[in-house]
């Protein structure tokens, strides 16, 4: 209940930026989807996917902050979750180059929303450290989650179900844009 709940006005600067990314679904699915995926792939990856996706997440908060247009926002953040869901449903691995610059893609998008989402004369500066902090840490939740999966005997299986049951997430979503 904690986590589905709105953020109160009362919480500001780093502490609703913390927040900002626990609102959402389609935004928590997505993030701790990039971590699972990135350990599915493995190696680099591990570090590599999630990193891309947090330094593009600053480039899309300041395209918010500063009202820039950017079209297919919300349909960019829901393909997020479908694209991610499948991608680990059916144990893809791309490059290394190709997998960064997809989520980083995604993380221009989510980035944007959180960015221009942010409440009114907040602190800039500390808002981006909040919700580019909270999504490091739901890319490590969904990293540690799936190497604990991958783990267990028929783990392999439930990550895949899981991704797939993420798509499916995805594929809601798209009915209520």
């Known amino acids: 209940m904690l986590l589905a ?11 609703a930026g913390w927040l900002h990314p626990l609102s959402g679904t389609d935004h ?7 971590g699972a995926w990135s350990c599915q792939m493995g190696g680099r990856a591990i570090w590599l996917v ?3 996706f947090v330094a593009s997440m600053l ?9 820039v247009e950017l079209p297919g926002v919300e349909t960019g953040i ?6 991610l869901g499948l991608a680990i449903g059916f144990e893809r691995r791309f490059s290394l180059l190709i997998a960064s610059i997809g989520v980083g893609l995604f993380g221009v998008f989510h980035g944007y929303a959180h960015g221009y989402e942010m409440p009114v004369m907040e602190d800039k500066v ?3 450290l909040g919700f580019l902090s909270t999504t490091a840490l739901l890319h490590i939740v969904g990293a ?3 190497w604990w999966l991958l783990r267990l005997k028929h783990g392999r299986i439930i990550l895949r179900a899981l991704g797939f049951a993420c798509a499916a997430c995805g594929v809601y979503l798209f009915t209520r844009l």
Do not use: N
């Not at 928590?28 to 990039?34: E, K, N, R, S, Y």
């Not at 480039?59 to 009202?67: A, I």
């Not at 829901?78 to 694209?83: A, E, F, I, Y």
């Open 5 to 15: 709940s709105a953020a109160a006005s009362a919480h500001s600067g780093v502490e």
């Open 28 to 34: 928590l699915l997505a993030m701790i989807a990039i």
């Open 50 to 52: 999630p990193t891309a």
């Open 59 to 67: 480039v899309g908060g300041v395209l918010g902050f500063e009202q």
């Open 78 to 83: 829901v393909l997020s979750v479908l694209l």
């Open 126 to 128: 500390s808002y981006t």
């Open 144 to 146: 540690v989650g799936a």
